[in-house]
């Protein structure tokens, strides 16, 4: 409800955000101002008609111009992003499906750790910021690897810190250390990636590249675009 609340209360500001400051790609809307977002409300963040953020827009830019696109694929999304599951449902080439453990309605009720579905039935896998608060990662990743066919791709975006060079766990760390860290999620959080992240995905069996917006956009795109976030492109070998 409070995200319906929410949403809302975005489509009444967008006639008041008009502008040609800032252009949303997903939604196509132009503003003076983007709204503040994420968790630490960062200034100019949240299109306020489609609500994305600054990773959905750098994901969305690079997907636009990748081949998975226009090709004829199974697709599975975990925990869809609103401003893409009606997009991605509309792709006739694309058989499309979203799964979650908890959040509804979705087409699915899946739990990462053990996906029900047979092995190679799955040509990509979406899956942003949610690995993150897995327990057992390292298993929902070997079972995202079990569904995905040959030569599959995973596509996810992660928080990921490539300068602390090992991943902190959330098992071995105090309580007040969690709470400094992550402040209220605190609770949710398991992992956060350092550079050994790259490791425990090619261990899985991926060949992977991490990308950041710099790597396909320019930038006076990322800043007309307000883009961010990590994106991992994880082929199954
Ligand atoms: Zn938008």
């Given at each position: 409800?409070?995200r319906?609340?929410?949403?809302?209360?975005?489509?009444?500001l967008?006639?008041?955000?008009?502008?040609?400051r800032?252009?949303?790609p997903?939604?196509e809307?132009s503003?003076?101002?983007?709204?503040?977002?994420?968790?630490?409300?960062?200034?100019?963040?949240?299109?306020?008609s489609?609500?994305?953020l600054e990773?959905?827009r750098a994901?969305?830019?690079?997907?636009r111009?990748?081949?998975?696109?226009?090709?004829t694929l199974?697709?599975?999304?975990f925990?869809?992003?609103?401003?893409?599951e009606p997009?991605?449902?509309?792709?006739?080439?694309?058989?499309?499906q979203?799964?979650?453990l908890?959040?509804?309605p979705?087409?699915l009720?899946?739990?990462?750790?053990?996906?029900?579905?047979?092995?190679r039935?799955?040509?990509?896998?979406?899956?942003?910021?949610?690995?993150p608060?897995i327990q057992?990662?390292?298993?929902?990743?070997?079972?995202i690897f079990?569904?995905?066919t040959p030569?599959?791709?995973l596509?996810?975006?992660?928080p990921?810190h490539?300068m602390?060079q090992?991943?902190l766990?959330?098992?071995?760390m105090?309580p007040?250390?969690r709470?400094?860290?992550?402040g209220k999620?605190?609770?949710?959080y398991q992992?956060?990636?350092?550079?050994d992240?790259?490791q425990?995905?090619?261990?899985t069996g991926f060949?992977?590249d991490i990308?950041?917006?710099?790597?396909f956009c320019?930038?006076?795109?990322?800043?007309r675009?307000?883009?961010g976030?990590?994106?991992?492109?994880c082929?199954?070998?």
């Amino acid at each position: 409800m409070q995200r319906l609340f929410k949403k809302i209360l975005r489509r009444l500001l967008v006639p008041l955000m008009r502008g040609k400051r800032y252009v949303c790609p997903i939604c196509e809307g132009s503003f003076r101002w983007f709204l503040p977002g994420g968790a630490n409300k960062r200034p100019h963040a949240q299109c306020p008609s489609c609500g994305s953020l600054e990773r959905h827009r750098a994901f969305w830019l690079f997907l636009r111009e990748s081949p998975l696109k226009s090709k004829t694929l199974e697709v599975l999304h975990f925990a869809p992003e609103s401003c893409f599951e009606p997009i991605f449902r509309s792709w006739k080439n694309w058989t499309y499906q979203t799964a979650d453990l908890y959040d509804q309605p979705v087409d699915l009720i899946l739990n990462l750790e053990n996906i029900k579905l047979p092995d190679r039935c799955m040509d990509l896998v979406i899956c942003h910021h949610v690995l993150p608060e897995i327990q057992n990662d390292q298993q929902a990743l070997a079972e995202i690897f079990r569904i995905l066919t040959p030569q599959g791709t995973l596509l996810m975006q992660n928080p990921y810190h490539p300068m602390q060079q090992k991943t902190l766990q959330a098992k071995e760390m105090l309580p007040e250390e969690r709470q400094q860290k992550w402040g209220k999620y605190a609770g949710l959080y398991q992992h956060e990636y350092g550079a050994d992240f790259r490791q425990v995905l090619e261990n899985t069996g991926f060949i992977t590249d991490i990308l950041q917006p710099e790597d396909f956009c320019t930038k006076e795109d990322i800043n007309r675009y307000r883009l961010g976030g990590t994106l991992f492109v994880c082929t199954k070998s």
